[in-house]
């Protein structure tokens, strides 16, 4: 099976092009300046001919950014995504787009199912919906992986984040109690991509870690592995406003996945495991 990974560069598109490949699939990754999303012509004449899957990695995301660069934003996670859409169609090449937990508000108080309302707060979450929208309006087979809270090796995150605070030990650290997330390890989700591609399943559906935890929780369980002993100290999200709402609590519900693959996904301390066991 021919699988073309576009993003490939990025943090999960490494993974992707590992896993892919692990699988003992063709893997063909492509990124910038090889191919550029919004430019349909790009697009059109980039992608092979004889690709079977389609997997779009490639996106922006810089959420806050996105709050002043909501043009740029809709043009690479709305109308690239389209763009990538239309050709697969017009072929009929399975596609699968990744999306983000961030189309959710975050006002729920339950894991939020793949039907479940969506209403993104920020501009962010709202370019990954539109990207969604394109990709189900060009008519081709695809598949819409929500995802959320990425880590990996191939790229900056919240762990490298507390990792280098943790290094520098200049002041007290201090992180937000009152946004909850399932950290979700960019490797253990290649794989689970692969599982579903095998499973041959269309539509959307929601992918994480299993667990759930406060981001302050998260750095917690960071410092104990990095620098036991060191105090995390909660503190409301007020605290540190930003430019970009957060969900309070977009927890993903997992069930379809687990169904259609008959797979669990790790749970996020495992993840944070295999991630402080690598050599980034």
């Known amino acids: 099976m021919k699988t073309v990974v576009v993003g490939s560069a990025g943090m999960l598109g490494c993974d992707l092009v590992e896993a892919v490949g692990a699988a003992g699939w063709e ?30 990695c490639a996106a922006y995301t810089r959420v806050d950014d996105a709050e002043s660069e909501r043009e740029l934003a809709v043009s690479i996670n709305g109308d690239g995504a389209g763009n990538l859409a239309r050709v697969c169609a017009a072929r009929g090449v399975r596609m699968l787009q990744l999306s983000t937990d961030y189309v959710f508000d975050g006002k729920g108080t339950r894991p939020y199912r793949e039907e479940d309302p969506v209403e993104p707060i920020n501009a962010y979450g709202a370019s990954k919906l539109e990207g969604e929208r394109q990709v189900m309006d060009a008519g081709g ?28 030990g200049s002041e007290p650290l201090r992180v937000v109690n009152d946004q909850v997330c399932s950290p979700t390890y960019t490797r253990h989700l290649a794989e689970a991509i692969v599982a579903l591609i095998e499973s041959g399943s269309t539509g959307i559906v929601h992918v994480r870690a299993s667990g759930e935890c406060s981001w302050w929780e998260f750095a917690g369980a ?12 909660p503190v409301p999200s007020s605290v540190y406003p930003t430019p970009a709402a957060r969900p309070a609590y977009s927890i993903i519900d997992c069930t379809r996945y687990q169904e259609w693959t008959k797979r669990a996904m790790p749970h996020w301390r495992e993840g944070l495991a295999a991630f402080l066991g690598e050599k980034p």
């Open 27 to 56: 893997a063909c990754g492509f990124d910038l300046p090889a191919i550029d999303i919004t430019d349909p012509d790009s697009v059109e004449a980039v992608l092979p001919e004889d690709a079977d899957v389609v997997i779009n």
């Open 141 to 168: 087979p695809h598949l819409v992986v929500r995802a959320q809270s990425l880590f990996g090796v191939h790229g900056p995150s919240f762990v490298r984040a507390i990792r280098r605070k943790l290094d520098e």
């Open 222 to 233: 960071i410092a104990e592995q990095c620098s036991p002993g060191t105090t995390v100290y």
